[in-house]
Nanobody
Framework: QVQLVQSGGGFVQPGGSLRLSCAAS????????MGWYRQAPGKQRELVAS??????TYSESVKGRFTISRDNAKNMVYLQMDRLKSEDTAVYYC???????????WGQGTQVAVSS
């Protein structure tokens, strides 16, 4: 069985920082592209950051503020979020997609609330 278990998140003031963690089990992380998505109320789920074996991408809204990283040996993925803004408020989801296949797995979601 495949599991993506998220931790972190919470409430933070604008300009603050949070780090999200995603612990994967049941997959070989080296052959998966890992990503972080978010979904705000009334909005579609959007890709925030992606980390494949060959490249890292960010959405324009978070570039320079968020950093995705991975530890393949520990099957862990992280999202460091700095200089948070109110518009970053959303439920964040960890995602694992097989590099050459169709397998696609999701974490349970973690609430991030940015407000003064």
């Amino acid at each position: 069985q495949v599991q993506l278990v998220q931790s972190g998140g919470g409430f933070v003031q604008p300009g603050g920082s949070l780090r999200l963690s995603c612990a994967a089990s049941g997959i070989i992380l080296t052959i998966y592209t890992m990503g972080w998505y978010r979904q705000a109320p009334g909005k579609q789920r959007e890709l925030v950051a992606s980390h494949s074996v060959t490249n890292i991408t960010y959405s324009e809204s978070v570039k320079g503020r968020f950093t995705i990283s991975r530890d393949n040996a520990k099957n862990m993925v992280y999202l460091q979020m700095d200089r948070l803004k109110s518009e970053d408020t959303a439920v964040y989801y960890c995602n694992a997609k097989h590099t050459w296949g169709s397998n696609n797995f999701w974490g349970q979601g973690t609430q991030v609330a940015v407000s003064s």
